[in-house]
């Protein structure tokens, strides 16, 4: 038995048949609710079970729902609900010592930028640990508050001027090394200039002259090199 078509109820046989919205459609048939405009598969749009064209397509708007005094009963008793619900969750978190509290933008956002300002201070902190390292031993620096070298600038100085006095030990004024032609190093001292020799702790150091003051000549006997180190560097052997 053939089915009815969805606008004139006549029946569809199979050659005319469109089948679309849960019914059957003659070809003629299936036209738009308003303008009767030739409706095809691909062209129409429905609504309620009805074919429309793009121009005549129902629009759909919101209603506006006044705050009866209904409404506003049922508002009242929700918030009502929600601040007991509240309660509730505070109670039984109340002993837990936490409370979830959600990500939100602005907390990812202070998150963010609290990690940045650690990641400053750790890397402020890594470089004055850096500075602290690469100084000279405690000994020594107690010993240039109580005995300033003859040029401060022994640092900043061109290379081919006059070498300034090295740093006085702890012990007193820098050591006159007449005596003795075998030290050893007491402490770390990396070569600031291509004339002077790098030292390690414990470093033998042979055939030491005195160059002037604070600076002595000698060879690193596990290095091979020969050139000139402070001496409040080494001592006798």
Same mark, same amino acid.
């Given at each position: 038995m053939n089915p009815p078509c969805g606008r004139c109820n006549k029946p569809v046989y199979p050659t005319e048949k469109i089948?679309?919205?849960?019914?059957?459609?003659?070809?003629?048939?299936?036209?738009?609710?308003?303008?009767?405009m030739a409706l095809s598969m691909n062209n129409y749009k429905g609504f309620e079970k009805k074919p429309y064209c793009s121009m005549h397509y129902?629009?759909?708007?919101?209603?506006?729902?006044?705050d009866t005094p209904e409404n506003l009963r049922l508002k009242q008793q929700s918030m009502l609900n929600s601040q007991a619900l509240y309660k509730e969750d505070f109670e039984k978190n109340k002993g837990k010592g936490f409370s979830v509290?959600?990500?939100? $933008?602005?907390?990812? &956002?202070?998150?963010?930028?609290?990690? !940045?300002? /650690? #990641?400053?201070?750790?890397?402020?902190?890594?470089?004055?640990?850096?500075?602290?390292?690469?100084?000279? $031993?405690?000994?020594? &620096?107690?010993?240039?508050?109580?005995? !300033?070298? /003859? #040029?401060?600038?022994?640092?900043?100085?061109p290379a081919g001027q006059v070498r300034p006095a090295a740093v006085a030990p702890p012990g007193g004024g820098v050591r006159l090394l007449h005596m003795h032609k075998r030290y050893q190093a007491m402490y770390s001292y990396v070569a600031a200039e291509a004339d002077e020799v790098s030292l390690q702790e414990g470093d033998l150091i042979l055939d030491v002259e005195p160059i002037d003051e604070g600076w002595?000549?000698?060879?690193?006997?596990?290095t091979g090199q020969r050139g000139m180190l402070p001496a409040n560097y080494v001592r006798p052997v």
């Open positions: 089948n679309c919205l849960d019914k059957y459609w003659h070809k003629g048939c299936f036209s738009c609710e308003v303008c009767k129902p629009k759909t708007s919101f209603t506006i729902v006044t509290v959600t990500d939100t $933008p602005e907390l990812q &956002r202070l998150k963010k930028t609290q990690d !940045q300002i /650690s #990641n400053i201070k750790y890397h402020e902190e890594f470089e004055k640990s850096k500075v602290r390292s690469d100084a000279p $031993p405690p000994e020594n &620096r107690q010993g240039e508050s109580l005995q !300033q070298p /003859s #040029n401060p600038g022994r640092f900043s100085q002595v000549f000698g060879c690193n006997q596990r």
